[in-house]
């Protein structure tokens, strides 16, 4: 039961990723004018936060059910991750969100601040999952 639990936890994280790396050419996408670029952003934020959700949610399950886990350094740091991304979203769904519709230099500077918070968030990731490999493989934790 533990192993479909994991199972699911890792698939919703290659999930994921995958939808962090589309988020980061949606910009270029529906950036055409403001009003679409808050409505892409509005649907991207809590599809993200479904998904961080659902990942936490899985990830947690197996650690309070007690069958063989037990909380560790990769755990705790993956907790930190989700604070860290989840903080992220919220920060960058707001700055969009009371934009002033009318400025374009404020909407090129959030388009920007989008793309490199996406390209945090996939490193986030990315890391996240290399230091899970190597714990997996024995070589770290």
């Known amino acids: 039961m533990i192993g479909e639990m994991l199972t699911t936890h890792s698939l919703l994280v290659k999930i994921f990723l995958g939808f962090l790396v589309?988020?980061?050419?949606?910009?270029?996408i529906y950036g055409k004018d403001m009003r679409s670029f808050k409505k892409m952003s509005f649907i991207y934020t809590m599809i993200f936060q479904a998904l961080t959700t659902m990942i936490a949610f899985s990830g947690l399950i197996p650690l309070f059910t007690g069958e063989g886990m037990n909380f560790s350094i990769p755990i705790a740091i993956m907790i930190a991750v989700w604070v860290i991304m989840m903080y992220l979203e919220i920060k960058k769904h707001k700055n969009i969100k009371v934009a002033p519709m009318q400025d374009e230099q404020k909407f090129m500077m959030l388009k920007g601040k989008f793309v490199k918070i996406s390209i945090a968030q996939v490193i986030l990731v990315a890391l996240m999952v290399i230091i899970m490999i190597l714990k997996s493989k024995g070589i770290i934790f």
Not at 23 to 28: K, R
Request: proline letters at 14%; charged letters at 0%.
């Open 22 to 28: 589309i988020g980061i050419f949606l910009p270029f």
